[in-house]
């Protein structure tokens, strides 16, 4: 299994405090998620299964979508809102003597839910596979969180099954398959486009490129096909296999991916689903929605693969170009070096030689004393300037050291003022104080730092970037914020800057965040230890 580093991740991260609270810009995503519970709620019943549950779930399609959008906090929310719709709908009655129970049955699916997505995302965030790689944690929170409420819900079942209308072990179990498939089915259905729909109106996916004519021919002729030889068996009398179809949808999931397999398992559903809405044996029901389910589930995880396959694709691909890359910087570094040693030495003697023309002249014509003063300011600028590149191209190895943050901070000043000018950006350094002190290799840290600039400076159109520092409770954050005035685009490239800087700051055992709120301001923070204090 490939083993690749995790992206760099911008979430917004909600205080302790308001974790499992709902903000006001949850309020109308619940609201909608009631209506839209009610309405899947009264649709199950046209496939209701053995005791309680139904074989087609569309609810559990909007709870796992409205999770996994929103985020396991908003579990708690959740819950408030399923029960409200039921006791609206009268499945909980508060004047019955058994409303405590029918109140626990409603509680433990979207609690089970809120569970296995906060479990999923956890993991993904921790695994270093391609099975942490998306859409893959999806596929799975989508197959586990109905699995996880069944095998919650089996002993309540077996202790109270008044409440599903069976009894028995054999009676318990097919009710519980059948709360397993219809919210499989619910989930898989329902799930991935409005996911998809949420993220493309809010510019977090792109509109997928059009399909090449030959991709479109081969996922038909093979649907088709498989159609074709299901009929076929049936007609000979070897009964009506689902494996043709389950082996041509999970065929076409890994040939073109997540959306293909959708769409197939769309067509395969609308073929099956009408024919178990009009009456018909319980036991030919559950059959074919098992087999449907087992069709869903593979062809969905099938496609998840292979689209996580293609972002480690191109992940790798985007190493190989920083490679390639970082084997140029290292050239121009030595090119570079060797130019500054070449005019350090005549540029040195000429900024001695200045100052002295300076001290000369301090008596001679004002005009003549203005020029060599002139002269004399602009050498030993130069000459600082190429001393600090001297510094900063030509170390190899530079073991960290107690820095103080006002140096580093000038440092960062020097490099990066140029770049802002020419931008037309105004670079505001907010003063340091001098006993901020952090162990640290400052060429490595500066340059961490003047990446962040120089992104902030190429996104901020004319407005400020401002670099800050503040002490916390656990160290000191350096802040790098662009002014909110419209940005220009983005420029086009790697991200070279970006993976750069959270390399070097992580390996001294700092954290760099970046967030950009409603009005276009992004914030990266780079959060240090100080010298004396734990990290």
Not at 55 to 73: D, E, H, Q, S, V
Not at 124 to 137: C, E, F, L
Not at 264 to 269: F, M, P, T
Not at 365 to 383: G, N, Q
Request: hydrophobic share 50%; charged share 15%; aromatic share 4%.
């Amino acid at each position: 299994m490939t083993t690749l580093a995790k992206p760099f991740v911008e979430p917004r991260t909600p205080s302790r405090a308001t974790a499992v609270l709902p903000t006001v810009a949850d309020l109308p995503w619940l609201v909608g998620y009631a209506l839209a519970f009610l309405a899947a709620h009264h649709i199950a019943a046209e496939w209701g299964g053995r005791g309680f549950y139904s074989l087609l779930y569309p609810a559990a399609g909007f709870r796992i979508a409205l999770l996994w959008r929103r985020g396991p906090r908003l579990t708690l929310a959740i819950i408030v809102a399923e029960i409200l719709v039921q006791i609206g709908t009268g499945v909980i009655d508060p004047r019955s003597a058994g409303w405590l129970t029918a109140l626990i049955g409603v509680i433990r699916p979207p609690l089970v839910y809120g569970l296995i997505v906060l479990l999923v995302r956890t993991m993904a965030d921790r695994a270093q596979t391609s099975m942490s790689v998306a859409p893959m944690p999806l596929g799975l929170a989508s197959v586990g969180a109905p699995a996880a409420a069944a095998l919650t819900a089996l002993p309540w079942s077996l202790l109270r099954p008044d409440l599903t209308g069976v009894s028995g072990l054999r009676e318990t179990v097919t009710s519980l398959t059948g709360f397993v498939v219809g919210d499989l089915l619910g989930v898989l259905l329902l799930a991935p486009p409005l996911l998809w729909v949420a993220d493309l109106a809010t510019g977090g996916t792109l509109r997928p490129g059009r399909p090449s004519m030959a991709s479109v021919a081969e996922a038909v002729v093979i649907l088709v096909a498989s159609f074709a030889i299901e009929i076929l068996l049936a007609r000979i009398g070897l009964g009506t296999p689902h494996t043709p179809v389950l082996l041509a949808v999970a065929w076409i999931g890994l040939r073109f991916g997540r959306l293909a397999s959708w769409l197939a398992i769309v067509v395969v559903a609308a073929m099956v689903l009408p024919q178990t809405a009009m009456p018909m044996d319980m036991g030919g029901r559950l059959a074919l929605h098992m087999s449907l389910a087992s069709i869903m589930v593979v062809g969905y995880l099938a496609g998840s693969f292979a689209d996580a396959q293609a972002r480690v694709r191109v992940d790798l691909e985007r190493r190989d170009r920083l490679l390639f890359q970082a084997e140029r910087l290292k050239t121009l570094r030595a090119m570079s070096v060797a130019v500054i040693h070449e005019i350090s030495q005549p540029l040195s003697t000429l900024a001695i030689e200045a100052k002295h023309l300076h001290e000369l002249t301090v008596s001679a014509d004002v005009e003549i004393a203005t020029t060599a003063a002139l002269i004399d300011r602009k050498a030993a600028a130069l000459s600082t300037l190429v001393r600090r590149l001297r510094r900063f191209g030509g170390r190899t190895v530079d073991v960290p050291t107690p820095l103080p943050l006002a140096t580093l901070i000038d440092t960062v000043a020097a490099l990066a003022r140029p770049e802002a000018k020419s931008h037309g950006v105004t670079l505001s350094i907010d003063a340091v104080a001098p006993d901020l002190v952090i162990l640290a290799q400052e060429v490595e840290l500066a340059q961490a730092i003047v990446n962040l600039v120089r992104n902030a400076v190429q996104a901020c159109g004319n407005g400020t970037v401002t670099l800050g520092v503040t002490r916390t409770n656990r160290g000191v954050e350096l802040m790098v914020v662009n002014g909110s005035r419209p940005a220009r685009p983005e420029q086009s490239g790697m991200g070279v800057g970006i993976l750069v800087a959270r390399a070097i700051v992580e390996a001294h055992g700092g954290t760099l965040s970046r967030v950009t709120d409603t009005a276009g301001e992004t914030r990266a923070t780079i959060a240090l230890p100080l010298v004396g204090e734990p990290e």
